[in-house]
């Protein structure tokens, strides 16, 4: 790659994510979605699923490299382990997010249903006092 790589943001600590997953073990909900970026695909994917397709198909790879140049002789992990001692903090700690938000789906199912059958009466009453 020309760059060097990133995780594709929003970029989460790990801890954050750690004790999301935690919580979830704990509550057992049935499906958990973690962060406003996997509720934007997933409900991308239900209402437009192949323009969200070509949408990251494009977008995708882009996302996952930084402006900075790869340096040249810099190691990844590709095909082997690096040397040392790891962490999971790294050079992305300053741009990352500490809170992560969960939702469960069982709740915001029926708060989409709500607020589609609000706009849907809404648009009806506004359409019949224009033409009426």
Not at 103 to 111: C, G, Q, S, T, V
Request: one cysteine or more; a positive charge; hydrophobic letters at 45%.
């Amino acid at each position: 790659m020309p760059r060097r790589p990133q995780p594709v943001p929003p970029i989460h600590q790990p801890e954050a994510v750690a004790e999301t997953v935690f919580r979830a073990s704990q509550q057992a909900p049935r499906e958990l979605w973690v962060a406003f970026t996997s509720v934007r695909a997933i409900l991308g994917t239900m209402i437009m699923p192949g323009v969200l397709d070509r949408l990251l198909a494009r977008m995708a790879y882009e996302g996952q490299l930084t402006p900075e140049p790869r340096r040249s002789g810099e190691e990844d992990n590709l095909f082997k382990s690096l040397p040392g001692r790891h962490s999971a903090h790294g050079r992305f700690d300053d741009r990352a997010r500490s809170k992560v938000v969960a939702l469960n789906p069982a709740f915001l199912r029926p708060a989409i249903i709500l607020s589609a059958t609000a706009l849907i009466v809404a648009s009806t009453i506004l359409v019949c006092f224009l033409f009426v």
